[in-house]
């Protein structure tokens, strides 16, 4: 249950775990509903934008004292719907509660069932965080083989797919994560070329450098803030960045100032902002590439998977201070 909106950064106690049962019989169950038992739920940096009363966001607020929603992947216990039926998987937006009643199941999509694929993955490298990280890549960086590309939050759900798309496109390819274990794993399993942890950079503009010693082609921005203003003085000429997040800023009540904007006219630097929804035609595609790249054994993909419905709370807690290595799930009810 989402208790109040919010200053600063989210906290477990802004959320509570409570025990309830469903005061609705059968009977009185929306035409067209489907009961769907949640099996995964998916943490993502946006929700804190729903936990703010006033805001000019592209999504609604919460409602205090309701049922959190979020992404999550579910199996069908029953249907009044002739498009799904009992035991179908499906992904969409659903309630942070072990069963919940869709009342829009045009909302959801089933999954094709492959054993090769976790369900879990359909709120990750097959979901929205995935989604954006093809379209952001290939459609708002334009990028061109040889290209020098950077990564911020390279470890995490977006990041850690941007960057294995750009090495597939023959890109050279540096991440930014905030623990030495986040770097390892970005340089030894996800095949960047570089990487470095940031919180122990005392200069950003310096790091850049010696990673970019001839200046940024494509600046994938997850975090805004300080990173965006450093890769703004190190951009080539005809840079393209992709403003993806700012989770850097999202918990401040007044962002901090950008200091280098200058070098967008200097340098000809294309700078974009992006919401993933505007590119949903491609998403069909996405699934084709991605799942093959997969299969193929070309592309990982790790998760964070925290246990239990309870644990729900810390784990969105989590992303805002970096806990999560690798996309945050919660198992609801693990199949
Ligand atoms: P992640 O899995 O990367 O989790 C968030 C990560 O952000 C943390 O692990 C942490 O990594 C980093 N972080 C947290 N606080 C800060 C901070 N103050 N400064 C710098 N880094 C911080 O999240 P996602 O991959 O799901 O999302 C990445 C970004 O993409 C977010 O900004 C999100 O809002 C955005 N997004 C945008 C979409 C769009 O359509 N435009 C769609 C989906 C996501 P570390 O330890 O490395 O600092």
Request: charged residues 20%; neutral net charge.
């Amino acid at each position: 249950i989402f208790k109040g909106y919010i200053d600063g950064i989210p906290k477990e106690t802004d959320m509570e775990v409570k025990v309830a049962g469903s005061s609705r019989t059968a009977k009185e169950r929306p035409k067209g509903a489907l009961l769907v038992k949640n099996l995964y739920l998916s943490c993502d940096p946006y929700m804190r934008g729903r936990m703010r009363q006033f805001h000019d966001s592209y999504i609604p607020p919460f409602v205090p004292g309701s049922v959190i929603e979020g992404f999550g992947v579910s199996r069908v216990v029953h249907s009044d719907n002739p498009n799904f039926k009992t035991g179908d998987i499906v992904t969409g937006m659903t309630g942070w509660e072990e069963y919940s009643l869709i009342q829009e199941p045009q909302r959801l999509r089933k999954i094709q069932q492959d054993d090769d694929i976790p369900h879990s993955y359909y709120v990750g490298l097959l979901g929205m965080p995935g989604f954006t990280a093809y379209a952001g890549f290939y459609e708002v960086c334009a990028p061109n083989k040889g290209d020098c590309v950077f990564v911020s939050a390279a470890s995490g759900a977006v990041g850690q797919l941007v960057g294995q798309l750009a090495k597939l496109h023959g890109c050279y390819v540096v991440g930014s994560a905030g623990t030495d274990q986040k770097v390892e794993l970005v340089k030894n399993k996800f095949g960047f070329d570089e990487a470095f942890n940031y919180k122990e950079e005392p200069d950003l503009d310096a790091a850049l450098k010696r990673y970019f010693p001839q200046g940024i082609d494509i600046y994938f921005d997850n975090v805004g803030g300080a990173m965006l203003d450093a890769a703004l003085g190190n951009m080539r000429v005809h840079g393209r960045i992709a403003i993806c997040g700012m989770v850097s800023e999202q918990n401040l009540f007044k962002p901090q100032g950008i200091h280098n904007l200058f070098h967008l006219i200097s340098k000809r630097v294309t700078m974009r902002g992006f919401l993933q929804s505007d590119y949903l035609h491609l998403f069909p595609r996405f699934l084709e590439d991605v799942i093959s790249y997969y299969k193929q054994g070309k592309i990982v993909y790790i998760e964070d998977m925290s246990q239990g419905l309870e644990s729900a709370p810390a784990a969105l807690a989590g992303l805002y201070s970096g806990k999560n290595v690798g996309k945050q799930v919660v198992c609801v009810a693990c199949d």
